[in-house]
């Protein structure tokens, strides 16, 4: 035999396991009981209101929790690439910590703990606690990127900023950070999809019925009502998530590969 | 010679010395550039020759010694030195030119923040310096759209839109193709000229042999040799000048 036939022969071969096994799938699962676990009829007239709310609080939560945890973390960055020693370790130190926990630790402790044993008013109460949780993870996060980006532009831009008589903080707003930014785009995008999903944490946090994001809502319905006991709620939850996260990553593969070609 | 100190010096740099971590860079220098005089540096890459300028405008932080700008000393940890770079333009072997901003907006940037001039003056005087370097019909492009001799140009725009007293090149036609040197060369003769007082650290002894007032030859972080340019390229007195010119002519 050429090598060519025989090759074409082991791929053949490789199709006819892949039909095998999808046959025997078909004709060997529950296709009612799965039916029944995902796409169970009667979720209920309120469902929709429901999840509205719930989307429309997923998206505030990681709006706030990105923008707070990107204020955050530009501070822990320029700490990280302080003159001054001890800033240096605080941020460190910091980083280290937040990014070593998991990000539900976080959130439960400052959901739960945090406010009565420092007797702190946190807006939103549970649920706004345990975004400031989420905050704290995310910061420590894009501080990483934030400083790979500043230290990213090149030394001899600052140099020629100061050259023209620029002080420090000059030179970081008008030609280092517009530089870094950037270069940070696609990375940062890409923890703004993490943080999406992270939203779902909060769902552990205690929230009142319109502070529900979209994970909490599904778990109402997991339940309550017609389809207590199955995963209904939770499959169209999820894909609403890919409907969010989705054109986001792909967004980022393209702001990548642009990015690259402009080297 | 009584007068080592005279007060029109525009950079009178004493016993200066530089370490990096352990290697001692420059070696204690005696340098002295007058009002109006253009004074170019030569010698062996390590020599200390760039370390030595951007000293001038504290770049680099000189570890022991004095640096006097215009009487002004740079040393001294009260002296505000972002007053005194202001009067000094520099120009980089990398250009440096800012890629997120338009020629344009590169001449006006210092000039709007540092030296709070309006707007309207700004650009007024970025358009009559970027005429003077021949790129006028440039200030809407952004640098990655120039040529390197284009940038460099523009560069040197930039920092004689500061109204600076005076310029310190580092290795300015180093980065540059062949062909494009001489526009920049053509740029900085013009300067001399009109008595800009220049400090220029540079391999083009053509340059340095035409235009400079004074010559000075560096090896190993001292000054081994300074003097007339002419006198100093045909006639070097030192057998470690001799053995670089021979080298490099």
Redesign the interface.
């Known amino acids: 035999m050429k090598r060519s036939t025989k090759r074409r022969a082991r791929q053949g071969g490789l199709y006819v396991v892949l039909a095998a096994v999808v046959v025997f799938l078909a004709l060997s699962l529950d296709w009612t009981k799965i039916h029944d676990n995902f796409w169970a009829p009667g979720l209920g007239g309120n469902w929709h209101d429901f999840i509205f709310t719930g989307l429309k609080n997923t998206v505030v939560f990681t709006a706030i929790a990105f923008a707070g945890g990107l204020v955050l973390a530009l501070v822990l960055a320029l700490m990280k690439l302080s003159p001054v020693a001890p800033y240096r370790w605080i941020a460190t130190i910091y980083i280290e910590i937040f990014r070593g926990l998991p990000a539900l630790v976080t959130i439960l402790l400052m959901a739960f703990a945090v406010p009565i044993a420092f007797g702190w008013h946190v807006p939103g109460g549970a649920i706004g606690a345990g975004l400031v949780g989420l905050i704290l993870v995310a910061g420590a996060y894009m501080a990483e990127t934030l400083r790979a980006g500043l230290q990213a532009v090149p030394k001899g831009q600052a140099e020629a900023a100061r050259s023209l008589g620029m002080g420090p903080a000059r030179t970081l707003i008008h030609i280092v950070i517009p530089q870094a930014i950037r270069i940070v785009i696609p990375p940062l995008t890409n923890e703004f999809v993490l943080l999406v999903k992270d939203t779902s944490l909060l769902s552990f946090a205690g929230a009142a019925i319109g502070q529900r994001e979209l994970t909490n809502v599904a778990r109402d319905f997991m339940t309550s009502g017609d389809t207590a006991g199955t995963g209904t709620s939770l499959t169209q939850v999820a894909i609403l998530y890919l409907i969010i996260s989705l054109p986001l990553t792909r967004l980022v593969a393209w702001l990548e590969k642009r990015q690259q070609r402009a080297r | 010679m009584t007068d080592v100190n005279p007060p029109t010096a525009a950079i009178h740099v004493s016993k200066l010395h530089k370490y990096f971590d352990k290697l001692e860079v420059l070696k204690g220098i005696d340098f002295q550039v007058d009002a109006g005089q253009v004074v170019c540096v030569i010698g062996p890459s390590g020599s200390g020759k760039s370390t030595l300028l951007r000293c001038v405008?504290r770049?680099e932080e000189p570890t022991s010694g004095q640096i006097l700008v215009e009487g002004i000393d740079i040393t001294d940890p009260e002296t505000d030195l972002?007053?005194v770079?202001?009067r000094?333009?520099?120009v980089?072997q990398?250009f440096?030119?800012?890629?997120?901003m338009t020629v344009l907006q590169n001449l006006c940037?210092?000039q709007r923040?540092?030296?709070r001039r309006s707007k309207a003056e700004a650009i007024e005087i970025a358009r009559a310096t970027l005429a003077k370097v021949g790129l006028a019909e440039k200030e809407a492009a952004y640098p990655a759209h120039l040529s390197g001799g284009q940038q460099q140009r523009v560069?040197i725009a930039?920092?004689l839109s500061?109204d600076p007293d005076m310029m310190l090149f580092d290795e300015p036609t180093s980065a540059l193709d062949p062909e494009l040197v001489g526009d920049v060369l053509e740029i900085m003769k013009q300067l001399a000229a009109e008595g800009m007082t220049m400090m220029v650290v540079t391999h083009e002894m053509g340059f340095a042999r035409e235009v400079g007032d004074k010559l000075v030859f560096m090896d190993g972080g001292v000054i081994v040799e300074e003097g007339d340019p002419r006198e100093v390229l045909a006639n070097p007195r030192h057998e470690r000048t001799r053995a670089f010119l021979s080298k490099v002519l």
């Open positions: 405008n770049l972002e007053q770079r202001t000094i333009g520099m980089f990398q440096n030119l800012f890629p997120h940037i210092a923040t540092v030296k560069a930039r920092a500061m």
